[in-house]
């Protein structure tokens, strides 16, 4: 598989250095799918985005999601003609957009789609996300038909929480990257 078909979706706010997403396009030629707007992000737009990138690409894309952008992959594969041109995602450390401390600032993401994904998928949370407790990803990932994984004491999985280049995860998505 070619790094340019496998798709970077950011959370809420990018996902700018020294984060593990941003290290993973820099190091291995992954394609970062910007968004005209971090802060306010409107699903709508964010599925437009996302359709166009998974068209752009010449086979079958590996989605590379974090937080909000999990809630894309899973909103994208519902509504999607094109579901057959994404082979698998990587969803780490959802963002529960559900939670009262969310709900008000992302208006246009609740409710979270529970469908199951049109693709192979693995979801990696941790315990002691403060962004999505641990029991709530065990239900996302259940809906979604994704292959739970935890990693232990990692908080929101993202700059903060120490990972730097995270070769654990990175291990994960060369496993759905094959063929």
Known sequence: MKPSNVLVLPGWHGSAAPHWQARWVERHGY??????????????????????????????AVLVAHGLGCILAAAWSATSRHRSRVKAALLVAPLDVERDEFRGRLPSWAPIVLETLAFTSVLVASADDPCCGFERARLLASAWGAQLVHQPA???????SHLASWPEGH?????????
């Open 171 to 179: 291990v994960l998505l060369q496993d759905l990257m094959k063929d």
């Open 154 to 160: 990692s908080q929101h999985l993202n700059a903060d």
């Open 31 to 60: 394609r970062l799918v910007e968004q005209h707007d971090w802060e306010r992000p409107l699903r709508g737009d964010w599925l437009a985005r996302l359709e166009d990138m998974v068209l752009d690409a010449d086979e079958p």
